[in-house]
């Protein structure tokens, strides 16, 4: 069985895939007091489907076809980041239920691994009365150093981080960079098993701390009327 052919036979109305929500869920705000990036958003953006999360601090974006198998209940939905913090190691796709608020993983063969609660707070988008940051707002349209992006080994990285966060007297790295009042994005490939196409590209967004207001603004929590 494809992928397509497990989505014909799903009843749940969101198929989506499992890591790219997993790494969302990362990144999405533990802080009660900003219930609306709790979640990690999952929407329909023209031809594209975009899996996000923030924290405030941080934003996580994925963006796929919308034409292919994968699919979002009503174009737009809203799932519980704190059940997904956990990773399930074999799964490859997962699949949610707005009626049975439970968020189910299959492995690469769409056999069932397991499945989870999910807080009723977070499963369907029209049952809340705030709108999620427009995140795409934040990201640059363009960069300013020429030719290819830097490229960092991720296990490099990781060991600044460790190093840093145990003797820095803030817990702060600086990077020199031409704007340091614009946000910084880092990517990495990712390859999709169920998507016939090159890489695609998962991108982490990070602040600085000159950003603060900026990002403030983008942030705050906008309730509906």
């Not at 198929?15 to 990690?40: E, N, R």
């Not at 329909?44 to 209940?73: C, K, M």
């Not at 300013?144 to 060991?159: E, I, M, V, Y």
């Amino acid at each position: 069985m494809n992928l397509s052919g497990f989505a014909a036979q799903c009843t749940d109305p969101t198929i989506l895939p499992y890591w790219p929500v997993w790494a969302a869920a990362q990144f999405a705000s533990t802080d009660a007091g900003k219930p609306a990036i709790m979640p990690v958003h999952v929407w329909q953006d023209g031809d594209f489907i975009q899996i996000e999360s923030t924290d405030g601090f941080r934003a996580f974006r994925y963006r796929l076809p919308a034409h292919g198998p994968y699919r979002v209940n009503h174009g737009e939905v809203l799932i519980d980041a704190k059940a997904l913090k956990k990773p399930v190691s074999k799964a490859c796709v997962l699949s949610v239920s707005d009626k049975s608020t439970r968020a189910t993983f299959y492995d690469r063969s769409f056999n069932e691994l397991s499945s989870v609660a999910l807080s009723r707070d977070f499963v369907m988008k029209s049952g809340h009365n705030y709108v999620y940051p427009k995140l795409n707002q934040l990201y640059p349209t363009e960069f300013t150093n020429s030719g290819d992006p830097f490229a960092f080994g991720a296990s490099l990285l990781k060991t600044i981080c460790t190093v840093a966060e145990k003797l820095s007297v803030n817990g702060n790295l600086k990077v020199q960079c031409n704007k340091p009042n614009l946000p910084y994005v880092l990517t990495t490939a990712y390859d999709d098993p169920f998507i016939n196409s090159d890489y695609s590209v998962l991108e982490f967004l990070l602040r600085s701390e000159e950003h603060t207001s900026e990002l403030q603004s983008q942030f705050r929590i906008s309730y509906a009327v």
